[in-house]
């Protein structure tokens, strides 16, 4: 139980320093020839790390057989781009962009439609969907997007985290788990007034990030949180189903939804004082399934 909190502890670090590598991989606006050279042999030199890291996270989190296959092959193909470059300036820029930075609308769109917070309730994630995932990715920007949205939405291993608090009613239950502190009892107290939304699971990894899923509430609503600085909170959400876009219009930092949009993510930026707040009003504010159904029957 404990080594499960531990595991996301350490995910979140793996996930930074990935973030970072392709970060620090971008090349500069002009290279000398011997720049190019060296260039080129840092992107290549970078693949075993990259390799490390994603084979970490699939070894912590039970991933099957196929997916870490998966993994190889794709870092192989990254590789053989690499080597067979004519090592031109314009090359190596053209494979840092499409192959290490690069997200493509398409793929990001095949994550968020397969990969939410309802998916393992009952059922684990169907591996054989994910491996086909994988295998039309094209840079680790976006290999390292699946990872994070299978670790964060995979409620059957975050349930698995040591629980501090628990309530259940007829119509929902809401937990609290993983680290013990005053910004998750706040959380935790402002969402039991909404408990009627459905089941809520709250886990704080550290003081910087907190999970939470909201079952029945826009499908499962995901929210996650991530310090930027002292005074700056950034609060990500996304909801899996969205049936009529006007009832989640007016929520802070939603994207600009359409009626034949399946889902609809939103981020702002808050304070530590103010995060709890702004989480309940998110929550409060992201119709239930039933909800939803009824404001349908009423506008017909």
């Known amino acids: 139980m404990e080594n499960n909190l531990s595991n996301y502890q350490n995910f979140f670090y793996i996930d930074f320093a990935i973030k970072n590598n392709i970060y ?40 099957s057989e196929d997916i870490i296959k998966a ?6 193909k990254i ?28 793929n990001l769109k095949e994550i968020r439609k397969n990969i939410y917070g309802d ?26 997007l699946f990872f994070h949205s299978y670790v964060t939405n995979n409620l059957n291993t975050l349930r698995s985290i040591p629980e501090i608090s628990y309530k259940n009613t007829s ?18 107290e402002l969402l039991e007034e909404l408990i009627y939304k459905g089941t ?11 999970l939470i899923t909201v079952r029945d509430c826009g499908h499962a609503l995901q929210i996650e949180t991530e310090r930027k600085n002292e005074q700056e909170i950034g609060v990500y959400y996304f909801i899996p189903k969205v049936l009529v876009p006007e009832m989640i219009s007016n929520l802070k930092g939603i994207n ?19 995060l709890p ?4 009003e998110v929550v409060k504010g992201v119709p239930t399934d039933i909800e939803y159904m009824n404001y349908r029957r009423m506008v017909r």
């Not at 990259?50 to 084979?55: A, E, G, P």
């Open 71 to 76: 993994v190889y092959d794709f870092i192989s």
């Open 200 to 210: 809520a699971d709250i886990v704080v990894i550290n003081e910087d990030k907190v």
């Open 277 to 280: 707040m702004d989480i309940y």
């Open 171 to 188: 119509s929902g239950s809401l937990s609290l788990r993983g680290l013990d502190n005053e910004l998750g009892r706040k959380i935790y």
């Open 119 to 144: 998916s393992t309730v009952y059922n684990d994630f169907e591996h054989w969907i994910l491996v086909d995932i994988i295998n039309e990715f094209s840079s680790f920007n976006e290999l390292l």
């Open 256 to 274: 600009a939804v359409k009626e034949d949009n399946l889902f609809a993510f939103g981020s702002f930026v808050t304070n530590p004082a103010s």
């Open 24 to 63: 620090n991989l971008a090349p500069r606006s002009y290279m000398s020839h011997d720049e190019i050279i060296e260039y080129a042999d840092n992107l290549y030199d970078s693949l075993k790390s990259f390799q490390n890291r994603f084979l970490e996270i699939c070894q912590m989190f039970n991933m």
């Open 79 to 106: 590789r053989e781009k690499i080597v067979n470059t004519n090592y031109t300036e314009q090359d190596l820029k053209e494979i840092y962009n499409s192959y290490f930075a690069s997200i493509s609308e398409k």
